[in-house]
């Protein structure tokens, strides 16, 4: 069965690579077929990036300032207020919004990826308590009765999304497993339905789909619900080098069960599942993995592979983190500096999970990278200390271009599936 199209979350996370594909072959996941968007001449002077935001604003914003904040920079002013001003009366945010004076009406594009991005960032960077807590309060009114959400309000759930909000929840100070769908489901419940079982081949048997209808193997939905299932976000704790590989489903047949429900046991064998999933996934492909948009040739995936490097973090599956954090520390910078903040802010947020350094990540300083897209921090944070010599990295979650998002990608998204930066 061929796999399903990237999901929305996954556009948002990889339209920061709008130039990528014409400037670095082995990061490019553009198509050729589809044009690099305007920058547009009157951005507000608080918004990270210099593309349109018209599809991923919040989200590019939200991941930019969370990674900053992450590495001990405090975001300029503006910039927050910017993101903190995209918010609708109801809590929910759309990806953009270019006049803030005009109230969100029932037209209005309302995301759950992008209200959870922000929650994510808004809750980290402290002090927006109100803002938070209106944000989750919609994610709670939208929630589908499975237990899990949509990226769009009124379809049917995915696993991205889902991942997304119990990200959000977490980050709010809120137990994923105490929140409950109109029909008694938790989050995690709702995400749970998404992982693969015994009707799939083995090599794809503990990975997750993104939604059930026509189910299929996919590294994206598998990368978020690694990270999801464990009731953590875009931020995880630094895995030890040294900690264990991930351990794959059961054998059908075998005579062993999987934990059956949503516990915390059935939980963690999921996330390890699909991180085993996506181990051999990255093996198979030298280390990385693959993307291709309808019509177009498969090639690497620099912005998901950062998402499963997190996701192995996130699990403490650091020795199985090293190879693919490695590949990402030789092309991910190279991938990012014409992509965006949105890129940087992934590459960031893998250097921490895996502990290494993102002021020396490749060569690269990718903080200075990140502050030099948007306004000026009002705090540059600090160099991390060197480690001593022999420790170094680890190695020693394509934002298809707005173009893409504003054609046939977005086009595609919410006619057909109504689903899942720069």
């Keep these: ?39 547009s001449p009157k951005l507000p002077a608080g918004l990270y990036g210099s593309g349109d935001p018209q599809y991923d604003g919040v989200w590019r914003q939200s991941l930019a300032l969370l990674a900053q904040h992450t590495v001990r920079v405090e975001p300029a002013a503006a910039a927050v207020d910017w993101l903190t001003g995209q918010q609708c009366a109801d809590g929910a945010f759309t990806a953009y919004r270019a006049d803030t004076a005009k109230a969100c009406g029932a037209s209005t594009m309302r995301d759950t990826n992008q209200t959870g991005a ?33 990226s769009l309000p009124g379809s049917a759930s995915d696993a991205n999304s889902t991942a997304v909000v119990i990200g959000a929840l977490t980050a709010a100070g809120q137990d994923p497993a105490k929140v409950t769908s109109p029909k008694g489901h938790t989050p995690y419940e709702g995400l749970l339905t998404f992982r693969l079982g015994c009707a799939v081949k083995p090599a794809e048997r503990g990975a997750f789909t993104f939604q059930l209808k026509g189910a299929a193997a996919n590294a994206d939905a598998s990368a978020a619900a690694a990270t999801g299932a464990l009731g953590k976000g875009f931020v995880v704790p630094a895995a030890g080098k040294d900690a264990d590989t991930p351990v794959a489903a059961p054998e059908c047949g075998d005579g062993k069960k999987e934990p059956s429900g949503a516990d915390p046991a059935a939980l963690r064998s999921a996330a390890s599942g699909a991180s085993a999933y996506l181990v051999r996934e990255m093996d198979a492909h030298g280390q990385h993995l693959m993307s291709a948009m309808p019509g177009a040739k498969p090639q690497p995936d620099v912005g998901n592979t950062a998402d499963a490097v997190v996701a192995l973090a996130a699990g403490g599956h650091g020795a199985a983190a090293r190879k693919p954090l490695a590949w990402l520390e030789k092309n991910g910078p190279a991938w990012a500096k014409p992509a965006g903040p949105a890129a940087y802010a ?20 990718l903080v200075a990278a990140l502050n030099a897209t948007g306004p000026k921090p009002s705090q540059a944070g600090e160099k991390a200390v060197p480690k001593e010599k022999g420790t170094g990295s680890i190695s020693a979650w394509w934002l298809v271009p707005v173009g893409l998002a504003a054609g046939a990608g977005i086009g595609f998204l919410m006619s057909g599936r109504r689903k899942r930066g720069q």
Excluded: I
Excluded at 346 to 361: C, K
């Design 118 to 150: 922000a929650v994510q960032a808004l809750a980290a960077l402290g002090g927006h308590g109100a803002t938070v807590e209106k944000a989750v309060h919609w994610l709670k009114s939208v929630q589908n009765d499975d237990g899990g959400w949509p």
């Design 346 to 365: 992934q590459l960031v947020l893998a250097a921490h999970a895996t502990g290494t350094d993102p002021r020396d990540f490749g060569g690269t300083d």
């Design 1 to 39: 069965m061929a796999p399903l199209a990237p999901s929305r979350a996954a556009l948002l996370r990889r339209a920061a690579v709008v130039c990528a594909a014409a400037l670095v072959p082995v990061a490019a996941t553009a198509p050729t077929a589809f044009a690099a968007p305007t920058p």
